[in-house]
């Protein structure tokens, strides 16, 4: 990219963010849809109703930001950002648009994805390009480089600086292949950017989902807690967990799941993931029984043969004398003794 064009962008990037801080009190903020309503419906058809999530992103997220990002951000393009949190009839989906610096001016793309920031779609809002080069980056065999990707996925697109694309991207056209680098460096930065934003907010819309999925949508959820008392350390002692095999307990998040008779708890679990050199942010869901329903690996970091051994707990029941000998394992019986305690 042309440097001194670039530095004309990242400025004009900076004045509009520094406008977009004086409408705080607005319903919308800079990067936000123009026609939320008709832009919405045409990225997601079965669009019921939304809501807005306007915040800042501020400098003082640039250490994690940068943690998981593995180009450069130039941090005058963060400011006050919205997130559009959408209900439709195949569940909640998110929608967040960023402004990119590319050589004929800002691209604006709106990004769709589900709750475990996973990229569903896209659409350009501004985009001055020839329009061949628009419409190859919006067909279908394109948008399938995107679709349901992790983050992991996408990175791999690009060299390890991620700065420039790697080869083989043989769907791509030589013409086309600067714009498509802006929209794979956009699509990370609008996961990472969202997670660290809304992180909140985001697990908070996975769990109902999860919940819904399992108990039914008449269960009702619980707010989110730490689920280790002095009594669940006692208990976990007693039947040898001193100290957790695969997750650093402070991080450990529990919902609680009401259900119908109002008697019976389930849960919903957020736990870190820290095993022989994988790591993984996973939800687990167990029922009444402690029965494991579902274990979720939330941006898919694990490797097939762990993931095959985290599908093996499904179904099954852990109880304080089990004989365990995986780190998954002794991972689940942690959680049912959680899952059994007040």
């Not at 123009?34 to 419906?41: G, N, T």
């Amino acid at each position: 990219m042309n440097f001194k064009i670039r530095d004309i962008v990242l400025l004009a990037i900076f004045t509009l963010s520094s406008q977009g801080e004086a409408l705080a009190q607005q319903p919308e903020a800079f990067c936000a849809l123009r026609d939320p309503d008709r832009e919405l419906r045409l990225l997601i058809p079965d669009y019921i109703d939304r809501t807005s999530w306007v915040r800042t992103i501020s400098k003082s997220h640039r250490v994690e930001i940068e943690d998981e990002v593995p180009f450069n951000i130039h941090f005058d393009e963060l400011g006050q950002h919205t997130v559009y949190k959408v209900t439709s009839e195949k569940g909640t989906r998110l929608v967040h648009v960023r402004s990119e610096a590319f050589n004929w001016g800002l691209v604006r793309i709106a990004w769709l994805m589900n709750s475990d920031l996973e990229i569903l779609d896209y659409s350009f809002q501004r985009c001055r390009v020839r329009k061949a080069v628009k419409e190859e980056l919006l067909t279908k065999e394109v948008k399938a480089l995107f679709a349901n990707k992790s983050m992991k996925d996408l990175q791999a697109l690009l060299t390890e600086d991620g700065e420039s694309l790697r080869g083989g991207l043989e769907r791509v056209s030589t013409e086309a292949r600067e714009l498509f680098l802006v929209l794979t460096q956009s699509a990370i930065k609008t996961m990472v950017v969202t997670d660290v934003g809304w992180r909140k907010e985001v697990r908070q819309e996975r769990v109902k989902e999860l919940a819904a999925a399992h108990f039914g949508r008449g269960a009702s959820l619980g707010r989110e807690t730490s689920p280790y008392t002095q009594e669940v350390e006692r208990m976990l002692s007693t039947a040898g967990l001193q100290e957790s095999v695969a997750f650093d307990r402070e991080k450990v998040l529990r919902w609680r799941v009401r259900l119908g008779d109002e008697s019976a708890l389930a849960g919903v679990y957020l736990t870190p993931w820290s095993v022989g050199g994988e790591e993984a942010k996973l939800f687990w869901v167990l029922d009444a029984e402690e029965r494991v329903l579902e274990i979720v690996d939330s941006g898919r970091t694990l490797s097939s043969a762990v993931k095959a051994s985290l599908d093996g707990l499904i179904g099954r029941v852990f109880k304080k004398d089990e004989a365990c000998s995986t780190a998954c394992e002794l991972a689940a019986l942690e959680l049912s003794i959680l899952n059994g305690s007040d």
